[in-house]
Each structure stands twice: as C-alpha cells, then as structure tokens.
C-alpha cells in the first residue's frame, strides 16, 4: 500500500484536521503539527484537482452533428 493517500482519502483527514484545530484544545506544538499536516495535504488535493481538471473534455457538436471533444477552459484561462 502506498503512503500516497487518494483524493477522498486526503480530503477527510483534511476536514479532520480542520474540526481538531477549530476546537482550540491542542498544544501548541500539537497544533503546528496538525497545520503542517493540512497544508500538505490542501495542496496535494488541490493538485489533483488541477490534474483533473486538465483531463476533463467537454463534448460538443460540431457543425456537422457528429460528437466533438474540446478541452475544458476554467473561468481562470478564459
């Protein structure tokens, strides 16, 4: 098993980690560790979500009436 988590898996322990920190009951030290920990993993998430967005088509007819893959444009690349 690999220590890379997937997605879902890394948004959880995410949203975990966020409950824990707004509880406000940690050590300092324990905190920092927990912050360090999110913000690995908000970054990894986030790019896997930018790696799928990259793959994501979207189909559209072409003048033709056949089906016509065209890459996605996020609001950011228009």
């Known amino acids: 098993m690999s220590d890379t988590p997937d997605f879902e898996t890394a948004l959880k322990r995410l949203e975990e980690i966020v409950t824990r920190l707004e509880n406000g009951e940690l050590t300092l030290d324990s905190a920092l560790q927990l912050f360090e920990e999110g913000i690995k993993l908000s970054r990894f998430c986030h790019t896997k979500l930018e790696e799928a ?7 559209l007819k072409s003048s033709s009436g056949q089906p016509q893959a065209v890459p996605f444009e996020s609001e950011n690349e228009q």
């Open 53 to 59: 967005e990259r793959r994501v088509e979207i189909l």
